[in-house]
């Protein structure tokens, strides 16, 4: 059984209930511990993974949240800056799946995060344990 962490950024809290509980899911039916630690957003989730990780205690994290569009450029630097932030953590071998869904507008987001439409918290989590095995398959 791996222990996975969910990293959440508690930005729209109906919104992350719904990623979370698609992650959650998809962590238990595969017969693994789901773990949540909340974050203010987006920005802070690669830092968190990072002082996780050091720990030792996790086998796979998943990364959730919700950016959206606002008025100004702090869109384009929240979405792009999280995401090379996790990826980078990706590349130095930590099994991640990134579930923070980038959208126009909230309409957008919700057909994201409910686990009965298209549930990309449940699919983030599925892509976390795919990366435990590849790197246990490598190990
Ligand atoms: N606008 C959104 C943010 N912005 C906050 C940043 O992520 C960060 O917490 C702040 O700049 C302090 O370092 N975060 C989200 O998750 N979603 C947004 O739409
Ligand atoms: C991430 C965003 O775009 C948003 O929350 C910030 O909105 P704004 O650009 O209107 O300050």
Redesign the pocket.
């Known amino acids: 059984m791996a222990r996975v962490l969910i990293v959440e950024a508690r930005f729209y809290d109906h919104l992350n209930d719904m990623l979370i509980a698609g992650a959650r899911a998809a962590i238990e039916e595969a017969g693994h511990q789901a773990e949540i630690v909340t974050v203010p957003g987006a920005l802070e989730i690669p830092g968190a993974i990072a002082l996780a990780a050091e720990t030792g205690r996790y086998d796979a994290y998943v990364a959730l949240g919700v950016?959206?569009?606002?008025?100004?450029?702090?869109?384009e630097i929240?979405?792009n800056e999280s995401a090379r932030g996790v990826m980078a953590l990706t590349m130095d071998g930590l099994p991640i799946g990134n579930g923070i869904l980038t959208t126009e507008d909230e309409a957008q987001a919700i057909r994201r995060a409910d686990p009965g439409q298209l549930d990309k918290g449940g699919g983030a989590a599925l892509a976390a344990l795919a990366m435990l095995k590849l790197r246990e398959r490598f190990a």
């Open positions: 950016v959206i569009r606002g008025e100004t450029y702090h869109f929240v979405a």
